[in-house]
């Protein structure tokens, strides 16, 4: 696959980041109840953030904090997202995030990664420091001072919490590949070619059952088995080139339903029906099958796979058997 899905995240601006981010929260319906942006000089040191539960700011959440810098985060800009949610939480405006995540495509500078590494050095930090780190970055011309609320609230917290979140990282999190794919134009890759088994596959059993029965009729002596077709001077050939075609279909569907929304592979095999089936509807038999194969390789796909040449034309002809399988064609 192509790993090209660094430079769309890098030159997303800071707007595009937080909702980049908050469409990801969105997605992630598993893992979060709700989600919520904020944005603008209000935002309290939250950006994009995830509910856990019904409860949002009263139960458990996430906050990701997103920083699109051209350079990595410095010490000045950390200490001071961390400082507003302290104040604001101690303020009773919420809870404290279960998780805070700095999202920052460029990294952070060696001392924050640091504090990040050693959760108790990060904690004596913001205690012995923070009048200097903090107190005049929450509130423009307002001197934010460590009161006993404050102090309580830092002592408490678990800073094994606080994490960074690189380019490299954001990428790697769950269906964050999926999500991209949906909101910006990327190139997604080839696909590895199927591996065709020794033995037939259970998944096989009903486009060759139907192809077993139509090279049978075409030639007007039935077969018993896969292994009569295979043994054929003409028909076994196909028959290889028929089982190739599925497995680079399977291998196809398998490798991009870990990096594309489901709607996406849903219109490829859509389109590839719709390419078909005019073809299908009339012939029979062997010729039928012979005039679908053919039309399959000439089809047009829209999306993606189309405009990156990433459908090679064996893995629509083997989206076809996939539609013999669920029963939207027939071979016999």
Request: aromatic content about 10%; overall charge negative; hydrophobic content about 35%.
């Amino acid at each position: 696959m192509a790993l090209n899905e660094s430079k769309h995240i890098l030159v997303l601006d800071d707007d595009e980041l937080e909702e980049f981010v908050k469409k990801w929260l969105a997605h992630e319906k598993d893992s979060y109840h709700g989600f919520e942006r904020n944005s603008g000089s209000g935002d309290r040191g939250l950006d994009a953030v995830g509910f856990c539960t019904a409860n949002r700011y009263e139960g458990p959440w996430h906050n990701y904090q997103c920083k699109q810098l051209s350079r990595p985060l410095g010490e000045a800009e950390f200490f001071a997202e961390l400082g507003k949610v302290f104040f604001y939480s101690t303020s009773g405006e919420f809870s404290l995030p279960e998780k805070y995540i700095f999202v920052a495509p460029n990294n952070v500078v060696r001392k924050v990664r640091n504090y990040v590494g050693m959760p108790s050095k990060l904690k004596a930090e913001l205690l012995n420091n923070w009048n200097v780190r903090c107190s005049a970055a929450i509130i423009e011309n307002v001197c934010v001072l460590l009161d006993d609320k404050l102090r309580q609230a830092i002592q408490g917290y678990d800073f094994s919490s606080v994490e960074v979140w690189n380019v490299h990282k954001l990428i790697e999190q769950p269906n964050v590949r999926k999500v991209l794919s949906e909101h910006v134009d990327m190139d997604p890759g080839s696909a590895p070619a199927g591996v065709v088994p020794t033995d037939v596959s259970s998944s096989e059993r009903t486009y060759i059952a139907q192809l077993i029965d139509t090279y049978g009729s075409h030639c007007g002596t039935p077969f018993a088995n896969d292994t009569e077709v295979l043994s054929h001077p003409d028909y076994g050939p196909d028959l290889c080139d028929q089982r190739r075609r599925y497995h680079d279909a399977e291998a196809f569907h398998r490798h991009f339903r870990d990096s594309l929304s489901p709607e996406i592979l849903e219109q490829f095999d859509q389109d590839i029906y719709d390419g078909v089936v005019d073809e299908y509807r009339a012939t029979k038999g062997y010729p039928r099958l012979l005039a679908v194969m053919r039309a399959a390789a000439q089809t047009k796909v829209s999306g993606v796979f189309e405009k990156h040449s990433r459908a090679p034309n064996s893995v629509k002809q083997g989206v076809c058997h996939r539609h013999v399988n669920k029963g939207k064609l027939k071979w016999s």
